[in-house]
Nanobody, 130 residues
């Protein structure tokens, strides 16, 4: 079990920025495919951004150009920089990891989505006020 702990959520005004972090003490992300998901009120959980073990990044269409996913050099913290935030970005944001056992030479888009993830954090709430 990989313990994932998100932080950095909060309330900001529309147009503002937040940076989310996801830590996994004692683990590194080097060989994992990592992703951020979000779930808004009354909505299904959806993939927002992912970064695979080779550093390739992927984004949902409505966050492209506004959100940036990254890992630190030591690869034990995952980030999501969110700029130009909008009210419809509100929700609970979850960090998730897909085991390297799923890697067969290539990763599925967004690490395989919800069903492709093996470990989940408990989420951090993000509220964007208009």
């Amino acid at each position: 079990q990989v313990p994932l702990m998100e932080s950095g959520g909060g309330t900001v005004q529309s147009g503002g920025s937040l940076r989310l972090s996801c830590a996994a003490p004692g683990y590194t992300y080097r060989s994992y495919c990592m992703a951020w998901f979000r779930q808004g009120p009354g909505k299904e959980r959806e993939a927002v951004a992912g970064i695979d073990s080779e550093g390739g990044t992927m984004y949902a269409d409505d966050v492209k150009g506004r959100f940036t996913i990254s890992k630190d050099n030591g690869e034990n913290t995952l980030y999501l920089q969110m700029d130009s935030l909008r009210p419809d970005d509100s929700g609970t944001y979850y960090c998730a990891a897909a085991s390297p056992l799923r890697y067969n030479g290539t990763w599925l888009p967004m690490c395989g989505g919800i069903n492709g993830m093996d470990y989940w954090g408990k989420g951090t709430p993000v509220t964007i006020s208009s």
